[in-house]
Every structure is written in structure tokens, then in C-alpha cells.
């Protein structure tokens, strides 16, 4: 090679082209060509240089101690710095390959150095421009620093915790949307750590080493200036920023002047900082990456990102509650050099029966707080990982777990069915019987006496106790269930699914209509006081009750058709007991939903045909649906159900859904109170009724039925048409407001049987007797004093005033003033009660 061609390749290739070509001729014709092996030390650190090396073929690489393995290639100069400053070397560079190195030696060097100074000028002034381009970088660096230090997101906090369909989704959207730059939407409820998202997103990025920062639009200037920068001024976030990712946390906060430039920016990349004076500003691409997390629906900004994000809650997550609480303490422990803390099965039981309104934020303080409170060396049980209750669990008691042989019993064989079928079954048929063959008198027959005189008193005084209780031993339903059967051995085939849809719809009528018919029977024909009418009544429920039941599946009676369960589930909103499922637990691990299809034997559930009404205990918003069978308790493997102590008729203020035809169904059964007192009545009044006649007392009997819908009615026609205030507060429909006469409903109904129950339910053995023909004259009766009597009729009375205007009030939650119309019907309806009822 000619000394041209190395003035040539030093030109070309090398750091040296600052230098004139004199001086590379002089360096060139002074080069020796040394070949070197692999591995072979070319240069060593702190040693005094033995000349200038150049590499023309070949690679070197740098040892560890020095630079930490910087790899040269071909043109790299070597001792430049050690022989212009006349230092050492600073580092050590070996061959990485066979390598060819063009060396001039010291002497020589320092000779061209000496005739030619001018080179330690050029060199002087590279070093100075070098300097004046690392300070300007410095600097411009540090203002970038200091522009995105409140902002930076320096890593995520951690990953998605759990292995539910939920967290696996969450993962893979995660991954999807970090395999490009494209917008994105992270939208979720307060607490689930959409921030956290944000960042998981850009660290699994490939521009994962740019900077991430997140901005509260809501501390956003309005004029943008922090954000978009100002020309010749303060540099703005976006041109600080970079390729990094943006985070705008609540966009809905965003000032309204910057929606639109927003917008843009995430439409086309592209922003204008801000100008004074009229000059129009420059169109600026930035190559930044916009994420926005919202808890509200942006449509100006939410309809431009190509990719949403929708966090699932903790409360549908309730398969992960396990997953993130091991998580949690192992941080915490970590972090207080804590051993490893166990989690009992009830206390992730617990947290699963609870929503979380807070998400994982709260769910992280919940554990913090139980690790504070536990002894050391523990475990955490029920009694220390608690969350606070929501509406439908405040102010429970779970009789099952308070009193472990009820769960017994009740999960035993005794109830109901052994209960049923060994005494039910055939007492019905006996008291049928004597009805229809023994005397047709209330004071000569024991079945007549039973039914009126000590049923209704007791089912109404179990309302309030025990809800439905009845319907779960009713005879209706069991010579039900036998017709099923029988009909399933004789003539096998698929029993028909329910209408539902009709059944919603028409059934509370139908029943409702059948109760009027039977009411105004029961008056016309008079029914308390003619056994075989009695025993008609009964047998045409249980007709119903067989009927259906041989053609669709379980009790498609009892939920839509059955009068008496209509009534039973009307008046079992009041109780102070509940059947309910822990909706946590059944969400989070429950896959077969036994309680509510049926199944066999799992665990500690037990096989069953499934809830015969066809409702899950998890689903319930009131008593209506509940006969209190306890089917869910035996087939629920996960101890889920519980029968809870509550305050009385709570639902009816809080999820109780409204139902047109349960309050019509309500008014005739107040109606049937009047109706019971029609003699009250015509006394009263002096009236001369056409009784005897069959076709005017059966219109007069459906007159006082509808007449006591009549006074709300009117006074609801009445508050329609008035003006309504400007108070803000939100108007009841009728229908809502009507359950708060409820409690009255049912006292009426209870004052007015209580008569039955205390004058003749105590003569039941002498009755007994005269039903065989036997006289009982000298038997024990127990009969209250009629003032007796009145005092506990007049104080059900007040009673059901009392609780009625005090409901009123939960159901409306409105001020008093507003009340008004309703309480005084309440009032109109006692004081007219007390009247016929008590009499003075």
C-alpha cells in the first residue's frame, strides 16, 4: 500500500481527517505494518505509550477493568490522548480477532508533533467545540430532567395478581397493546390500579428505556403552556418527553381550551406550542405514546384510541382475592421482616362476601390493618381480616353459624321432608276428612276450629318471625310433589319448562284474582262457619297445586299461582329472618351452582333436585321467592348460605323491587279485613244491605274489597296534577311508597283473628270431643276476657300505624311535609280499624 492510499484510509476512516494532509503524509510515511493474533495485548493500561496505533483490519476489544468490553473496529486510534498530553494509557485493548495495526513509534510521533504545532491546536479546538456540545447537552438534559421529574413513573408496581378468567384476559390485553405505540384507553372503577396498568403497558414495551410520566389533567394549565411548551421559552412536557409514553389520568378533568388540542395530539401526533403575539406557531410532531386511564367515558377523546381497556373490579375478581392477599402479606412481611403469614379458609370466606367498593386499594389497606392488629407468630382468621358491610350485609346475625345444631337439623332429613311425609301428608287428609264427614259447625268441629281459629292467628304472627316457614311444610305443595312423582313413574317424559316471561307478568294477577273470588266466597257462602265449604276451599288449592305440578317442573305453583303464597310472600318482607348466600363466595368458588339446578353429593353438599322455586340464595332481593326449604344449605358444598337475623322488612327500603299487582294484592287483603266486618259496618252506619240476596251481597262483598284502594288512589291522582316543588328531591312512584301501608295490612289482618284465636282457639279439646259425638263439658277451656281482647287488638292496631308511618318514611326518604297525605291515610285506615275492630 502507497502512502497515498494510507493518507487516503486515515482521510476516510479516522479521527485524524482534522489534520491537513502534510501532516497525514508526514504520519503516513512513517506507519509500520504489525499483524497480531487473537487474544494479544495491543495497549496497557497505565503504561507509557509506545507509539500511535491505527487499526486497519481486524477488531479489539477493550478488557473489563477498563471500559467494560467496548468493542473497535477498523480506523479506531489508539494513545492519541496519552502522547498529545503525554500521559499514560488508560486502558487495556486486546485483539478480539486476527487484526492488522498500522504503528508509528513515539520518537517518530514526537518529531511530527514537534515540526508540525499547529496539531495540537486543531486537536485544542476539537476539544473545546466537544466541550461547548456536552454542556449544551448537559444543560438541555438537566431541563428535561427537571421538566419530567414530577411525572416520571420510574417502574410498575407489580403485575397482574391471580389466575382467574379475569387476570388472564387482563394480561393479554396488557400484552397486545404493549406490541405497538397505538392510544390507549385503561377505563375502571376508583382503586383497581389502572396507573399501574399504564406502566406495566410501557415497561413491556420495546421503548421500555424511554421515560414514562403521568399527568392529572385536572392540574393541567389551561393554556396549555406546561404541556405543549412555549416557542423561544420554557420547554414543554411533550418535547421533554420525547419517544417516552404519556400518561393523562381523568381526561373528563381536562380544561375545555384543551380538549380540542388534546384531541389532536392523539389523532395525529401532532401539537403547536404556544406563540405571543399574532405570529402563527409551528406544527410540532412529537413521537410520544398517549395512554389515558379514566373512571368516566371522555367521548371527545375516547372515540380517537384504537385500543380500551376495561378493568374488571375486585368484585367480580373474587376468584383472585386468595392470590392477592398471599401477595400482600409477602410484601408486607418483607417489608417488616415478618415470617411468612397464613390465611385461614373463613377469612378469604369472608372477604369474598364483601364487593370491595374501593377495589385492590382497599383490599391492601384491609390487609395492612389485620397484620397491625394480629399477634405474632398467628394466623389470620375471620376475626381479624374484616371488611366493612355493604347494604345487604349490615346488620346481619347468621343464626348458623351463632347455632351450630340448627345447620344440623336443618341440613338433617327431618326437614322438611321426613317432617312432610311422615306427618303432614296425612294429617291433611285426616283434617279433610273430618271436615267434609264431622259436624259443620266451628263449635263442634276441631279441623273448622284449627283452620280458623288457630292457623291464620299463627301464620300472621309468623310473618314477621319466619317468613315463609309455612310454605315449607304446606300440605298444597306436598300432595304437589306427589302428583309429580307419580306422574314422572306412570307417564315418563320431560316435565314442561316454565313461561316465565308470562308468568312474571300475569301470575301476581291470576293470583290476585283467585283471592278476590275466594274472599268474596268466603263471605257470601260463609266459609268459617261451614266445614265442607272449608274443606272445598282446601281442596281447590290443592287441585292447583296438582295440577301444575304434574305439568311443569318443580313448584311453578307456589312462586306465580298460589293464593296463599302470594299472601305468604307478601307478608314475609316484614320478617326479621332471611335466607341469603354469600354472593363473594358463590362468584369466586362456585362452578356447579347445585342450589340452584341440583347435582349430586359434593363435598359436604348434598345431592338434591335444586331450589324448587327456582331462585339462588345469592340472588334473592327480598322474601318473596323463599319457602325456607333450606335445599341451597344441604347442596351448597362451601358453606355459602346463611339464615341471617336482620331488621325487620329492611329489604323494603333497600333492594326490594316494586310490584304492581303485590300492591293490589295488598289493598284486598286490607279490603278483606272490612269485608269481615261488614256487620261492623252496617251497624254502624244504619244500613240496610240486601245480604240476602246472593248476587247483591256478592257485589257489595267486591265494593268493600276495592273499596280502601279507593284513598291512596285518589290521593296519588291528587299529587300528579298539583305542581311539584323545586325541593330537588326525587318524587316515589306510587307503587313504592304503597309498601309502607304494609304493616298495617298485616296488623288488621291480625287484630281481626286475634278475636278467633283467644275466644274460641282455647276451647280445642271439648270441640275436639263434639266433633266424635262426644260431649266435653267438663274439659278445660282457655278463653280470654273480651277487654283482654280489645287491649291487644287495639295495641296491634297502634302497632301497625306506627310501623307504617315510620316505613313510609325509609321508603320515601323524603321530609315529612311531603308525607303527609300518605300518614294521614295510615291514620284514616286505623282510627276506622279501631272502630269496627275494637269498637270504642
Not at 508509528?104 to 466537544?130: G, K
Not at 414543554?236 to 380544561?255: C, Q, Y
Not at 273470588?517 to 257470601?524: G, H, S, Y
Amino acid at each position: 500500500m502507497t502512502v497515498a492510499d494510507r493518507v487516503i484510509f486515515l482521510q476516510e476512516r479516522t479521527p485524524l481527517n482534522l489534520l491537513p494532509p502534510t501532516i497525514l503524509t508526514a504520519l503516513a510515511s512513517q506507519i509500520e505494518v504489525i499483524p497480531y493474533a487473537a487474544s494479544q495485548p495491543v495497549v496497557e493500561a497505565g503504561q507509557p505509550p509506545a507509539g500511535l496505533y491505527i487499526l486497519w483490519q481486524g477488531k479489539l476489544e477493550t478488557l473489563a477493568n477498563g471500559w467494560g468490553g467496548v468493542s473497535f473496529l477498523p480506523g479506531t486510534v489508539l494513545n492519541l490522548e496519552a502522547l498529545l498530553l503525554n500521559q499514560g494509557v488508560d486502558q487495556t485493548v486486546w485483539t478480539l480477532t486476527e487484526s492488522t495495526l498500522w504503528f508509528v513509534a513515539q520518537d517518530r510521533f514526537q518529531a511530527i508533533l514537534n515540526s508540525h504545532p499547529e496539531i495540537l491546536q486543531i486537536f485544542t479546538r476539537q476539544l473545546i467545540t466537544a466541550l461547548q456540545r456536552l454542556s449544551f447537552q448537559y444543560s438541555y438534559e438537566q431541563e428535561r430532567q427537571a421538566t419530567l421529574r414530577p411525572y416520571l413513573v420510574p417502574r410498575a408496581k407489580r403485575g397482574v395478581i391471580g389466575r382467574s378468567r379475569y387476570a388472564e384476559r387482563l394480561r393479554q390485553q396488557i400484552r397486545e397493546a404493549a406490541r405497538d405505540r397505538q392510544p390507549v384507553l385503561i377505563f375502571g372503577e376508583p382503586g383497581v390500579e389502572k396507573d399501574n396498568l399504564a406502566a406495566l403497558i410501557h415497561y413491556g414495551s420495546s421503548q421500555r428505556r424511554s421515560p414514562m410520566i403521568q399527568l392529572d389533567c385536572s392540574k393541567l394549565q389551561a393554556s396549555g403552556a406546561d404541556l405543549f411548551g412555549r416557542v423561544g421559552g420554557k420547554l414543554g412536557i411533550l418535547a421533554a418527553l420525547g419517544a417516552g409514553t404519556l400518561v393523562l389520568s381523568n381526561p373528563r378533568e381536562l380544561p375545555a381550551d384543551l380538549v380540542e388540542p388534546v384531541a389532536r395530539l392523539i389523532r395525529t401526533g401532532q401539537y403547536q406550542p404556544l406563540q405571543r403575539g399574532d405570529n402563527p406557531a409551528p406544527t410540532l410532531e412529537s413521537p410520544a405514546r398517549i395512554i389515558l386511564i379514566s373512571e368516566q367515558s371522555t367521548p371527545a377523546l375516547d372515540r380517537l384510541v384504537a385500543t380500551t381497556i376495561k378493568v374488571p373490579p375486585l368484585r367480580v375478581r373474587k376468584a383472585d382475592l386468595e392470590d392477592l392477599v398471599n401477595y400482600y402479606l409477602s410484601l408486607l412481611c418483607r417489608r417488616r421482616r415478618l415470617n411468612r403469614i397464613p390465611v385461614t379458609a373463613e377469612a378469604i370466606r369472608r372477604l369474598q362476601s364483601y364487593d370491595f367498593p374501593n377495589n385492590l386499594r382497599e383490599l391492601e389497606n384491609l390487609v395492612e390493618r389485620a397484620i397491625t392488629q394480629m399477634v405474632p407468630g398467628g394466623s389470620l382468621t375471620e376475626e381479624i381480616l374484616w371488611p366493612s358491610q355493604g347494604k345487604k350485609r349490615q346488620l346481619r346475625l347468621n343464626l348458623l353459624n351463632r347455632y351450630p345444631g340448627l345447620r344440623r337439623f336443618l341440613r338433617s332429613p327431618w326437614w322438611p321432608d321426613r317432617l312432610n311425609y311422615g306427618l303432614t301428608l296425612g294429617l291433611f287428609a285426616a283434617v279433610v276428612l273430618i271436615l267434609f264427614l264431622g259436624p259443620q259447625r266451628r263449635q263442634q268441629n276441631v279441623a273448622l276450629l284449627v283452620f280458623w281459629a288457630w292457623w291464620w292467628p299463627l301464620v300472621l304472627l309468623g310473618f314477621p318471625v319466619v317468613g315463609r316457614l309455612w310454605c315449607a311444610v304446606c300440605p298444597f305443595m306436598i300432595y304437589g310433589e306427589v302428583t309429580q312423582r307419580l306422574s314422572q313413574r306412570w307417564f315418563p317424559g320431560q316435565l314442561r319448562r316454565w313461561p316465565r316471561a308470562a308468568a312474571e307478568r300475569w301470575g301476581g294477577w291470576f293470583l290476585w284474582a283467585l283471592f278476590a273470588l275466594i274472599l268474596i266466597w268466603e263471605e257470601v257462602w260463609h266459609l268459617e262457619d261451614t266445614a265442607y265449604l272449608s274443606a272445598c276451599l282446601l281442596l281447590l288449592i290443592t287441585a292447583g297445586a296438582m295440577i301444575f305440578s304434574a305439568l311443569f317442573e318443580r313448584r311453578f305453583w307456589c312462586r306465580y299461582l298460589c293464593p296463599i303464597g302470594g299472601m305468604n310472600g307478601l307478608f314475609a318482607k316484614l320478617a326479621m329472618t332471611e335466607l341469603r348466600a354469600q354472593q363473594g363466595i358463590c362468584s369466586a368458588t362456585c362452578s356447579t351452582y347445585q342450589c340452584y339446578k341440583g347435582g349430586p353429593t359434593q363435598g359436604e353438599g348434598q345431592a338434591t333436585g335444586g331450589c324448587p322455586l327456582y331462585s339462588h340464595p345469592a340472588q334473592l332481593e327480598d322474601n318473596r321467592d323463599c319457602v325456607l326449604c333450606m335445599t341451597c344449605l344441604k347442596a351448597c358444598p362451601h358453606r355459602s348460605v346463611e339464615l341471617n337475623l336482620r331488621p325487620p322488612g329492611i329489604d323494603l327500603w333497600t333492594t326490594h323491587p316494586p310490584r304492581a299487582y303485590e300492591v293490589a294484592l295488598m289493598f284486598l287483603l286490607l279490603g278483606a279485613v272490612y269485608l269481615h266486618r261488614l256487620p261492623e259496618i252496617e251497624q254502624r252506619f244504619n244500613l240496610a244491605l240486601p245480604l240476602d240476596n246472593l248476587g247483591w251481597h256478592s257485589l257489595i262483598a267486591a265494593g268493600v274489597l276495592a273499596g280502601p284502594a279507593l284513598l291512596p288512589l285518589g290521593l296519588a291522582g291528587i299529587n300528579r296534577w298539583l305542581p311539584q316543588g323545586s325541593t330537588g328531591i326525587k318524587t316515589r312512584s306510587f307503587i313504592k311508597l304503597a309498601y309502607g301501608y304494609l304493616p298495617l295490612v298485616w296488623a288488621a289482618n291480625l287484630a281481626h283473628y286475634l278475636r278467633l284465636g283467644l275466644l274460641e282457639g282455647g276451647r280445642l279439646l271439648p270441640v275436639s270431643l263434639a266433633t266424635f259425638g262426644v260431649s266435653g263439658a267438663n274439659l278445660p277451656v282457655g278463653v280470654a276476657h273480651p277487654a283482654v281482647v280489645a287491649f291487644l287488638q287495639g295495641v296491634t292496631l297502634i302497632l301497625g300505624v306506627c310501623l307504617s308511618i315510620g316505613l313510609s318514611q325509609k321508603i320515601g326518604r323524603q321530609p315529612l311535609s311531603q308525607s303527609l297525605g300518605q300518614h294521614g291515610c295510615t291514620l284514616v285506615y286505623g282510627i276506622s280499624l279501631w272502630s269496627l275492630i275494637v269498637g270504642f
